[in-house]
């Protein structure tokens, strides 16, 4: 199973940024995937997960703001991030349970103020 997610960088607080996670090894279009964060000295917390079936869910602190998105032709997952705040600042994380807990390697997300 492979996770690579790109996409990230430095923004001003305000502005958008498209985080994309590719893929590989498992069957991308049955399984519920997810975007988590960790920012510095927190604990990783759950951004937005997506269903097989297209079902969204967000934190609260993302809804209206976030949106997460599958595309199974080409198993892709991706983040789209509008009206980005400093405290979005964290590690992006891709994320699909199977037997266990597979993580992306993450992509850094900077949001200036």
């Known amino acids: 199973v492979q996770l690579q997610a790109s996409g990230g960088g430095l923004v001003q607080a305000g502005g958008s940024l498209r985080v994309s996670c590719k893929a590989s090894?498992?069957?991308?279009?049955?399984?519920?995937m997810a975007w988590y964060r960790q920012a510095p000295g927190k604990q990783r917390e759950l951004v937005a997960e997506?269903?097989?079936?297209?079902?969204?869910n967000y934190a609260e602190s993302v809804k209206g703001r976030f949106t997460i998105a599958r595309d199974n032709s080409r198993r892709v997952l991706s983040l789209q991030m509008n009206s980005l705040k400093p405290e979005d600042t964290a590690v992006y994380y891709c994320?699909?349970?199977?037997?266990?807990?597979?993580w992306g390697r993450g992509t850094l997300v900077t949001v200036s103020s």
């Open positions: 994320h699909v349970s199977l037997y266990r807990d597979f």
């Open positions: 090894g498992i069957n991308f279009s049955i399984n519920t």
């Open positions: 997506i269903t097989s079936g297209g079902s969204t």
